[in-house]
């Protein structure tokens, strides 16, 4: 007798995505292992959740003042960031825990079998409260400014699932190498700081478009390559998008820039659960 059952972490299986949904029982205890750990003796507990984004906010304010960053008429400027800092801190809180995720679980990783896809997504369940808590700065800052969205507001979750994929995707490529390659993990801070300044945070893509080429060039005019090179940052899409669903007919989008946003966080996506994929076979013998 030949017959032999061999057991591999899923990543040839047909069956994967449905393994997937048979251990969702581990995805729901090590997610709310995470939520415990998260705010594990720590003296105010989930007021984090409020007071980070509440000095990023005034942080970006500053900056975004002191540069006579011009925002759209009617809006406050507080607002305008704040719309910004939400979904920026989502993904890079998210794309943090996802790109350390595998080697936090080393341990469990080398002895039990299962979809390791199920750690890295069970990280953003922190992130994705921690959003939903934060949201609350963003509401009582238009009640105090008087400022109502209109029903494009409902359109929001949309562009969270965007930077969702973009935190994934590309928190699975850095996971994924850091595996094999530790040094990695200090490419993850740098990635999050390069990106908080090349993206609309501060900022709108307006100004990128508009008024950044009179400071640099002296004209309106901005290439056609350097407004594509700025499209390329997939979190363009989602704040811009993010912003378009708060501020309305206040926020002007520059539609092929938008569309090469989207595009690119697709393909972010794509390529890291392909990558994940392929060499997740590994892990348990490299770890």
């Known amino acids: 007798m030949n017959n032999r059952i061999v057991l591999e972490p899923g990543a040839k299986s047909k069956n994967y995505w449905k393994d997937i949904w048979t251990y969702r ?33 005034a942080m970006m304010c500053f900056v975004s003042w002191v540069f006579h960053a011009q925002v759209p008429d009617g ?14 801190l ?23 079998h299962f979809p390791r896809l199920i750690i890295p997504v069970s ?15 963003l509401i009582v800052l238009m009640i105090i400014f008087r400022y109502a969205p209109d029903v494009r ?4 979750p949309v562009f969270m699932l965007f930077a969702l994929f973009n935190a994934l995707g590309i928190g699975l490529i850095i996971a ?3 595996v094999k390659y530790r040094d990695f993990k200090y490419i993850v801070p740098l990635i999050i700081q390069f990106g908080v300044y090349v993206s609309p945070v501060a900022f709108s893509s307006d ?52 569309l090469i946003s989207i595009a690119v966080s697709v393909l972010f996506t794509i390529l890291g659960i392909w990558y994940f994929r392929k060499t997740e076979k590994s892990f348990a013998d490299v770890i």
Not at 75 to 87: D, H, I, K, M, S
Not at 128 to 136: G, K, N, V, Y
């Open 153 to 156: 507001i409902l359109l929001i």
């Open 207 to 258: 100004y990128v478009y508009q008024r950044l080429p009179v400071i640099l060039f002296g004209s309106t005019f901005l290439p056609k390559v350097l407004k594509g090179m700025y499209s390329l940052n997939p979190m363009v899409a989602v704040i811009d998008g993010f912003r378009w669903c708060i501020l309305g007919s206040s926020m002007v989008i520059y539609l092929p820039g938008f």
């Open 123 to 137: 990280t953003v369940v922190v992130s994705l409260i921690d959003f939903a808590i934060s949201l609350f700065i």
């Open 75 to 88: 809006v406050p400027r507080v607002v305008f960031v704040c719309t910004a800092t939400l979904p920026w």
């Open 90 to 112: 989502f993904f890079a809180s998210a794309f943090g825990d996802v790109s350390n995720s595998l080697i936090s679980n080393a341990n469990l990783i080398s002895k039990v």
């Open 25 to 57: 029982g581990l995805f729901y205890f090590l997610a709310w292992r995470d939520i415990l750990v998260r705010y594990k003796q720590t003296a105010i507990g989930v007021v984090w959740s409020l007071l980070r984004p509440a000095i990023t906010i």
């Open 176 to 178: 994924t190498l850091n």
